[in-house]
């Protein structure tokens, strides 16, 4: 029987285990140390051992797949790795508009996780791509989101806000043709972990400092 990865999983290299992220569910959660070997061989196209998958197979890891099209494997995510901080290239003028936008965005985020699992809402804005994004080749109108969402922090607490702040950020880019990726990353020891958003290597909401410190585990284009 071929097996593939089990639909709603992604998972990253954190570190030297494979993290995962369970969306469905919204948990994370590293294998039993016995299985973590055998999954990232299975997952590198290496040969494992039978008990050792069945026990993958078991714990809902790896699914039958026989005449699926998508990439039984579906390899660790990957991301361009940030290098740039928009928030603080910014001019520290904010515009009224973009003010009210951002606060307005990371409200109706807030509300919208409360009533909405993340993986329908996370669905809903990959789904929201029409195309018609386009890059931003000065990062005008990116510093003007990233200086938006940085003097928000003003008046609304940013602290554990880090998911409805690139859920905001995410939607504004969208709502001005502006193409970005928003993305959840992990840590080990201790575990946490982060959200934020980028164009290419720029890091427009999310703190610089911080997207480094983390292990992306899923990308939402």
């Known amino acids: 029987m071929s097996l593939r990865l089990r639909?709603?999983?992604?998972?990253?290299?954190?570190?030297?285990?494979?993290?995962?992220?369970?969306?469905?569910?919204?948990?994370?959660?590293?294998?039993?140390e016995r299985s973590d070997p055998a999954y990232r061989a299975w997952a590198a196209g290496e040969v494992a051992e039978p008990s050792a998958l069945d026990r993958l197979v078991s714990a809902g890891i790896l699914v039958g797949g026989e005449g699926d099209s998508e990439d039984p494997r579906r390899g660790p995510t990957t991301c361009p790795p940030a290098r740039r901080d928009l928030a603080s290239v910014a001019s520290s003028r904010t515009r009224p508009g973009d003010l009210a936008s951002a606060g307005i965005e990371q409200l109706r985020a807030r509300l919208a996780l409360r009533r909405t699992p993340v993986a329908i809402l996370l669905a809903r804005i990959a789904a929201g791509c029409t195309g018609r994004l386009v890059s931003d080749p000065d990062d005008s109108g990116l510093r003007r989101i990233a200086a938006a969402f940085e003097a928000l922090t003003k008046i609304l607490r940013a602290e554990d806000e880090c998911l409805p702040r690139a859920i905001a950020a995410r939607w504004m880019c969208d709502r001005r043709n502006l193409a970005a990726t928003l993305v959840l990353g992990v840590r080990l020891d201790p575990f946490s972990a982060h959200s934020w958003v980028q164009a290419g290597d720029a890091v427009i909401v999310g703190d610089l400092e911080q997207v480094r410190l983390f292990t992306p585990v899923l990308v939402v284009p």
């Open 7 to 32: 639909a709603g999983l992604s998972w990253c290299i954190c570190g030297d285990r494979a993290v995962f992220l369970d969306l469905a569910r919204d948990r994370y959660f590293m294998l039993p």
